[in-house]
Structures are given as C-alpha cells and as structure tokens.
C-alpha cells in the first residue's frame, strides 16, 4: 500500500507539476505577447512624436527665416531712407552754396552769349533778397536785367521773354534735379546690393 500511495502522490505531483509548468509556459508567452506589443506601440509613438518634433522644428526654422527676410527688408528699406534723406540734405546744402551770385552772374552771362544774335530780349531774374544786390553789381550794362526777390532760398529763375517761361535755378529745382538722378542711381545700386 505504501507503494500505491507514493504511486498515487507521485502522479498527483506529476499532473501538478505538468499543469504549472504549462501555466508558467502560457504565462511567460502572454507576458511576452504583452512586451512585444508595448514595445510596439511605444516604438510608433516615439516614431510619431519625432515626426512632429522635425515638422514642428522646421516651421519654425520657416518662420525664423521669414522672419529674417523681413527685417532684412525692412532694414534696407530704413537704409535707403536715410540714405535718400542724407542726399537731399547733402544736395540741398551744396545747391544752396554753389548758386553764389558769381556763379549766377557767370550763367546769366553765357545764357545771353548763347541767345541769337540781334535780339533785344529783356532778362527778368527772380532770386532770393539776399542775391538782388551782388547779381545788379555783377551783370554788366550789356544785359537790361530786372532782378526781383523770389519766394526761395538760394539760387534763380532767369526769363528771356514775357512768355512766363523761365529757367529754373532754384535752390529747389537743383535739389529735385539731383535727388531725382543720384536717387534713382541710388536705388539701382541698393537693388544690385539686395
């Protein structure tokens, strides 16, 4: 009977063991199961989040970029708005300084030396107040002059005839001239530069 009964315990731990043993075997494969997918999904999800990492990395990178182009524009634009103010100071300046009433003479002299020959045209000049005196002691008794004060700085208007037509030597006039030129030079350069 001892025999039997250790026959019996036997099997009964056998059948046990057999059955644990499976259980731990199905156990391990489901844990397994379960790893692989976690691991699965958390690989996607790191996928996904570098994708939206770069995608978000280089919106921004577009929009610092952007960001430069405009300042960049908006500081050329600023340049060349100085740059256009500091050469009409600049023009100005020098138009006002270099129509001296020698120099305003000295065009009057060679605009009637260029005027057809035997024509007794009046010259009506207009300047500022300040010049009226020094161009009637520099144009000489050949030109009948009629110098009057205009309503400008620095420079004249010279009329040959009472068409109202005139020459502009305005101090103004000058300015425009060369802020007009030396502008548009200007904006070529600064566009060859942009």
């Known amino acids: 009977m001892p025999e039997d009964l250790q026959q019996l315990l036997s099997r009964i731990n056998d059948g046990y063991l057999k059955q644990a043993e499976k259980e731990k075997d199905n156990l391990i494969a489901a844990a397994k199961g379960e790893a692989e997918t976690i691991a699965a999904n958390a690989k996607k999800e790191a996928e996904r989040i570098i994708e939206e990492a770069k995608a978000e990395a280089e919106a921004i990178r577009n929009r610092y970029a952007e960001d430069i182009r405009r300042a ?70 050949t030109i009948r002059a009629e110098i009057k004060a205009g309503e400008f700085k620095g420079g004249m208007q010279v009329s040959f005839d009472k068409s109202g037509e005139y020459f502009d030597f305005s101090d103004d006039a000058v300015r425009n001239f060369f802020r007009e030129n030396l502008g548009q030079e200007l904006n070529k350069f600064l566009d060859a530069k942009a």
Do not use: C, H, Y
């Open 72 to 141: 960049s524009r908006d500081s050329i634009r600023e340049l060349r708005g100085e740059l256009q103010r500091l050469l009409n100071n600049a023009v100005g300046k020098a138009a006002t300084e270099a129509m001296t009433p020698a120099f305003m003479a000295e065009i009057i002299r060679q605009m009637a030396d260029a005027a057809p020959k035997g024509s007794a045209g009046e010259v009506a000049i207009l300047t500022a107040p300040r010049n009226i005196e020094a161009l009637r002691n520099r144009i000489t008794g």
